[in-house]
């Protein structure tokens, strides 16, 4: 079974504050996929990162893929009450698998 | 543009009543899913569907059956609802599953917020 570990699990901080989020696995995922979502909302893909090292902005968010890929994180800049809301990482597996491995999300909290 | 609707999105339910939850998606994806998610438990996926009348089980199918008698329609079913089923229920599509190593996007519906009492 792949497990996907996500720190921290809760996350409140001030308008205009810096934030990093983990997602971390023993297991080696061919890419992974970050995901935000909103109270009474689904979630909505962010980014996928495919290659070991990989980084990838996306304005004011950098995604990371570790070399070996079986982390990767997420750095918020200037955090904003708009990027409130439950961000999950999910993992693909190897050949033959069609499950998505989710880890069990950071929820963040950014106070104006 | 609809996406992916999923319907009711509220429901109680007795001990051992049952259930469809609807989910239908106007994208012309191939590959359909249900996933249950509770608190602090992440999403974990129950069924999925690579195409019309082709399903599979996911990790957590136990309770539940699906059928896909049609690209845009995939309906879960509860037969004897159980306060462990107490759950919000995602339906998600995509138009593959990868792309050379990329998983291709899952978009998912609004949810199902289904309570067993």
């Known amino acids: 079974t792949q497990l996907l570990e996500q720190s921290p699990q809760f996350l409140s901080i001030q308008e205009g504050e810096n934030l990093t989020v983990y997602c971390n696995s023993s297991?080696?995922?061919?890419?992974l996929q970050w995901y935000r979502q909103e109270p009474g909302e689904g979630p909505v893909l962010l980014v996928t990162?495919?290659?070991?090292?990989e980084v990838k902005k996306l304005k004011r968010l950098t995604f990371q893929f570790g070399d070996a890929r079986k982390d990767s994180s997420l750095h918020i800049t200037a955090a904003q009450p708009g990027d409130t809301g439950l961000y999950l990482c999910?993992?693909?597996?190897?050949?033959?698998?069609?499950?998505?491995?989710f880890g069990k999300g950071t929820k963040l909290s950014v106070i104006p | 543009n609809a996406g992916v609707t999923q319907t009711p999105k509220f429901r109680i339910l007795k001990i051992g009543q049952s259930m469809t939850l609807q989910c239908t998606q106007d994208?012309?994806?191939?590959?359909m899913y249900w996933y249950r998610q509770d608190p602090g438990m992440g999403l974990k996926l129950i069924y999925y569907?690579?195409?019309?009348?082709?399903?599979d089980k996911g990790e957590v199918p136990n309770g539940y059956n699906v059928s896909r008698s049609t690209t845009e329609d995939f309906p879960l079913r509860l037969e004897l609802a159980a306060p462990s089923q107490t759950s919000v229920y995602f339906c998600?599509?995509?138009?593959?599953?990868?792309?050379?190593?990329?998983?291709?996007?899952?978009?998912f519906g609004d949810g199902t917020r289904l309570s067993i009492l």
């Open positions: 998600a599509s995509s138009y593959g599953w990868l792309q050379g190593r990329r998983g291709q996007p899952q978009h």
């Open positions: 297991s080696v995922f061919s890419s």
């Open positions: 990162v495919v290659t070991g090292g």
């Open positions: 999910a993992g693909i597996g190897g050949a033959g698998s069609y499950q998505l491995t």
């Open positions: 994208m012309n994806h191939n590959y």
């Open positions: 569907s690579v195409g019309a009348g082709i399903t």
